[in-house]
């Protein structure tokens, strides 16, 4: 059996929003033709990389 390689992606980050909030971010990503989890990755990194040059 090969072993797995590690993953870029092999962190996780649980966090607790209204299911009205979430629908409606999901399907805008939707609209959009992107992934809810592909726009929280990019706010995360632009909110860190802002975040370090100050």
């Known amino acids: ?8 992606k092999d962190g996780q980050l649980m966090i607790r929003i209204s299911l009205e909030e979430r629908d409606r971010f999901v399907r805008l990503c939707e609209e ?3 992934s809810a989890a592909r726009e929280i990755r990019r706010f995360i990194r ?3 990389e802002k975040q370090e040059k100050n």
Request: hydrophobic letters at 30%; zero cysteines; proline letters at 7%.
């Open 46 to 48: 632009e909110f860190v």
């Open 1 to 8: 059996m090969p072993d797995k390689k590690k993953s870029k």
């Open 32 to 34: 959009l033709d992107t």
